[in-house]
């Protein structure tokens, strides 16, 4: 997955983020902590998405 701590105006985009091996746990795909004015935009998350409050904007994301 992906882990973002105090980040500012970063983009991410147009990725594909999962676990395929046959016993992977079902981990958060995305984590960010802290951080402002970030946008996470036309992904396709194979776990779930934790963003803190007032950190990103989220558009076009697809979680599996």
Known sequence: ??????VQDTVVSNCTVRD???Q?????????KK???N??????FGGPVRIAADS??????LEK
């Open 1 to 6: 997955g992906i882990l973002m701590d105090d």
């Open 20 to 22: 395929t091996r046959p």
């Open 24 to 32: 992977a746990e079902r981990a958060a795909a995305l984590v960010l």
């Open 35 to 37: 951080g402002k004015d």
């Open 39 to 44: 946008l996470i935009v036309g992904n396709s």
């Open 56 to 61: 990103a904007k989220l558009v076009n994301n």
